[in-house]
Protein backbone atom coordinates (compact mmCIF):
# COMPACT_ATOMS: atom_id res chain seq x y z
CA UNK A 1 0.00 0.00 0.00
CA UNK A 2 1.01 3.60 0.02
CA UNK A 3 1.76 5.69 2.93
CA UNK A 4 0.54 9.27 3.40
CA UNK A 5 2.13 12.33 5.29
CA UNK A 6 0.36 15.26 6.17
CA UNK A 7 2.03 18.32 7.83
CA UNK A 8 2.32 22.16 8.04
CA UNK A 9 5.22 24.33 7.28
CA UNK A 10 6.43 27.29 9.66
CA UNK A 11 4.74 29.13 6.67
CA UNK A 12 1.59 27.10 7.56
CA UNK A 13 1.34 25.74 3.87
CA UNK A 14 0.16 22.39 3.92
CA UNK A 15 2.32 19.34 2.83
CA UNK A 16 1.53 16.09 1.18
CA UNK A 17 3.67 13.03 0.54
CA UNK A 18 3.27 9.83 -0.46
CA UNK A 19 5.60 6.85 -0.44
CA UNK A 20 5.43 3.03 -0.79
CA UNK A 21 5.39 1.15 1.77
CA UNK A 22 6.43 -2.53 0.80
CA UNK A 23 9.63 -0.48 -0.88
CA UNK A 24 13.02 -0.26 0.69
CA UNK A 25 13.96 2.69 -1.20
CA UNK A 26 13.43 6.27 0.21
CA UNK A 27 11.11 7.72 -2.54
CA UNK A 28 8.83 10.45 -1.19
CA UNK A 29 6.38 12.22 -4.13
CA UNK A 30 5.15 15.21 -2.22
CA UNK A 31 2.22 16.56 -4.38
CA UNK A 32 3.01 20.17 -5.64
CA UNK A 33 0.27 22.86 -5.02
CA UNK A 34 -2.27 22.73 -7.93
CA UNK A 35 -3.66 26.38 -7.37
CA UNK A 36 -3.66 27.98 -10.75
CA UNK A 37 -1.74 30.71 -9.11
CA UNK A 38 1.16 28.24 -7.91
CA UNK A 39 1.09 26.79 -11.19
CA UNK A 40 1.58 29.58 -12.88
CA UNK A 41 4.60 30.11 -10.82
CA UNK A 42 6.15 26.41 -10.67
CA UNK A 43 4.50 25.11 -14.05
CA UNK A 44 3.96 27.82 -16.23
CA UNK A 45 5.62 26.10 -19.01
CA UNK A 46 3.48 23.43 -19.06
CA UNK A 47 0.49 22.87 -21.73
CA UNK A 48 -2.65 24.21 -20.30
CA UNK A 49 -3.97 20.39 -20.46
CA UNK A 50 -0.95 19.59 -18.08
CA UNK A 51 -1.44 22.36 -15.80
CA UNK A 52 -5.19 21.63 -15.25
CA UNK A 53 -6.03 17.79 -15.76
CA UNK A 54 -3.31 16.06 -13.85
CA UNK A 55 -1.88 16.24 -10.13
CA UNK A 56 1.47 16.85 -9.92
CA UNK A 57 3.99 14.67 -8.04
CA UNK A 58 7.38 15.79 -6.77
CA UNK A 59 10.26 13.17 -6.11
CA UNK A 60 13.65 15.27 -4.97
CA UNK A 61 15.23 12.05 -4.59
CA UNK A 62 14.46 10.89 -8.39
CA UNK A 63 14.20 14.72 -9.67
CA UNK A 64 11.39 14.46 -11.43
CA UNK A 65 7.42 15.47 -11.60
CA UNK A 66 4.70 12.62 -12.29
CA UNK A 67 1.59 13.76 -13.28
CA UNK A 68 -0.84 11.65 -12.96
CA UNK A 69 -4.83 11.99 -12.54
CA UNK A 70 -6.37 14.31 -9.87
CA UNK A 71 -8.12 11.78 -8.23
CA UNK A 72 -5.66 10.52 -5.55
CA UNK A 73 -6.19 6.80 -5.26
CA UNK A 74 -5.56 6.88 -9.19
CA UNK A 75 -1.97 6.69 -9.44
CA UNK A 76 -1.31 5.61 -13.35
CA UNK A 77 1.57 8.00 -14.26
CA UNK A 78 0.32 9.46 -17.96
CA UNK A 79 3.42 11.88 -17.99
CA UNK A 80 7.01 12.33 -16.73
CA UNK A 81 9.04 15.29 -16.41
CA UNK A 82 12.69 14.97 -15.51
CA UNK A 83 15.25 17.31 -14.24
CA UNK A 84 18.30 17.74 -16.60
CA UNK A 85 20.32 19.47 -14.95
CA UNK A 86 21.22 23.09 -13.97
CA UNK A 87 21.34 24.13 -17.26
CA UNK A 88 18.68 22.29 -19.64
CA UNK A 89 15.13 22.32 -19.80
CA UNK A 90 13.31 19.71 -18.36
CA UNK A 91 12.96 16.92 -20.28
CA UNK A 92 9.33 15.13 -20.29
CA UNK A 93 7.38 12.02 -22.31
CA UNK A 94 3.93 10.97 -22.06
CA UNK A 95 4.41 7.43 -20.50
CA UNK A 96 2.63 4.81 -22.87
CA UNK A 97 -0.45 3.03 -21.27
CA UNK A 98 1.29 -0.17 -20.69
CA UNK A 99 3.72 1.40 -18.55
CA UNK A 100 1.56 3.71 -16.87
CA UNK A 101 1.86 1.57 -13.94
CA UNK A 102 5.51 0.77 -13.72
CA UNK A 103 8.06 2.41 -11.24
CA UNK A 104 9.28 5.61 -12.00
CA UNK A 105 12.63 4.85 -11.24
CA UNK A 106 12.39 1.97 -13.98
CA UNK A 107 10.60 4.60 -16.36
CA UNK A 108 13.46 6.65 -15.92
CA UNK A 109 15.93 3.60 -16.60
CA UNK A 110 14.21 3.21 -19.99
CA UNK A 111 15.95 4.89 -23.11
Avoid at 47 to 62: D, K
Avoid at 91 to 102: A, F, I, N, R
Amino acid sequence: GFQYRFFFTSSERLIIQEARVWQDDEDIFELLDGTSEQVNIWGIDLPIRLQLMHSHWYCRALKCITLRPRVFNQRAIRFLLMDTGPTGPWGWYQVPDHLKDTAVSDLLSKP
